[in-house]
């Protein structure tokens, strides 16, 4: 005759029967950072083949373990981003900024990056280009706080 009793263990459950036992091991999910506030930082981008750099703010909000908001950048452009509140995320990323000569361009992609409970870094993939809309390559956000 088989007996079978479960006992709780540490988050995880383990199971005893006749002739061995089988444990299913404990996980602990991991606690989302806070990221909510507002940052400020540095955007540096290669245009025309030059490494150039910009001052940006982001002013975030959080909803359990994802972050959002807009960011703005002291030359003008400006735009969104949304991601996890993991030590590594991926999200997604727009921006838009008016040419000199009146057209408005616009773009979405995903990001990838790191953060910290005082530091956020995040690199944009590539943006497409879109006719007057040639974006820089090699877009990095690092923020403090």
Request: glycine letters at 12%; one cysteine or more; aromatic letters at 6%.
């Amino acid at each position: 005759m088989r007996i079978m009793r479960a006992l709780a263990v540490t988050g995880g459950l383990a199971l005893s029967a006749c002739g061995g036992s089988t444990t299913t091991p404990s996980t602990t999910p991991s606690t989302p950072l806070n990221l909510a506030g507002t940052w400020t930082g540095t955007w540096t981008f290669l245009s025309g083949g030059a490494t150039v750099s910009d001052t940006v703010t982001m002013t975030l909000t959080q909803s359990d373990a994802s972050a959002s908001g807009p960011w703005s950048a002291a030359g003008g452009a400006a735009g969104t981003v949304a991601f996890a509140t993991t030590a590594d995320f991926t999200g997604t990323a727009s921006i838009r900024q008016i040419l000199i000569n009146g057209v408005n361009c616009s773009s979405s992609t995903t990001l990838t990056g790191t953060a910290t409970s005082n530091q956020i870094r995040f690199t944009l993939i590539a943006l497409a280009p879109a006719g007057l809309c040639q974006w820089a390559t090699n877009n990095q956000f690092t923020f403090s706080r």
